[in-house]
């Protein structure tokens, strides 16, 4: 969508700044939607359709878009940041009980999608499993992003899957830290009360446009742009970062329990 809003831009033989104008929006905003930094919605692409001159071709593009989006196995309410992570330059997650979706191994991601909903079939389960793998492939690339993340202690003691899949994940993630593909700290059980109590946080950070957080809890999450908002998660993850282990000591924890999943 942003490479077809830049060409029929061109064509129409308007700067970024002239169609922000029509539009009512900053020539910043429209840099951004040309780049993918921002996501487009219906009210704005009939706005564009019409100071573009398009006839209703860019709405029918969009509309091809959304479709051909329903059809990857990712929830409504995720999209956005799946399609952000890969042009991040950081990503700070806070992950609660659970080790981040970029952190998970097939058998681990498996055994929380199962339990999520038990009633999935064989072939939908894996469908959403790949998903999770072809994005924790991110981590791989030369010019991945700085990914650090904050986990409670439980994530690593509950045996989710049982204890082989425990202690796969748990080196799994050992061998990410070795890699410098991750940097993650234990929030250990005893550390008492922090900002993040509620649920889980994602903070991505980007080269060319403003960061943008994401909060989740069952069932939903809510993508949050506005600058106040950012900035007080970003404090939120700061403080509980803070308050968990350093790098080096929880990578340490983190293998000390592996080995005791150990058969």
Known sequence: MGATLRDFRERAGLQQGELGRLVHVSTTYISQLETAARRMDAPLVERLDRALKADGKFVEVYRMAVNSERQRPVADYFKFVAELEPKARRI?????????????????????????????????????????????????????????????????????????????????????????????????????????????????????????????????????????????????YHLTSAAALPPEASLELIEAVAEEFRP
């Open 92 to 236: 700070d997650r806070y992950g609660a009980g659970l080790f981040p979706g970029l952190l998970q191994t097939p058998a681990y991601a498996s055994a929380i999608t199962r339990a999520w909903n038990p009633f999935r079939t064989d072939e939908e389960v894996d469908s959403l499993v790949q998903e999770r793998l072809r994005r924790a492939q991110i981590l791989d690339r030369p010019e991945r992003p700085e990914f650090l993340a904050v986990v409670d202690e439980v994530a690593l003691r509950k045996p989710i899957g049982g204890p082989g899949v425990m202690r796969e994940q748990l080196l799994h993630v050992a061998e990410r830290i070795r890699a410098r593909q991750a940097v993650v700290q234990v929030l250990e059980t005893r550390s008492g009360a922090h900002p993040l109590l509620a649920g889980q946080l994602v903070i991505m950070s980007f080269a060319d446009a403003p960061p943008v957080a994401y909060v989740e809890a069952p069932f939903t999450g809510s993508v949050l742009e506005a600058p106040e908002t950012v900035a007080a998660a970003q404090l939120a």
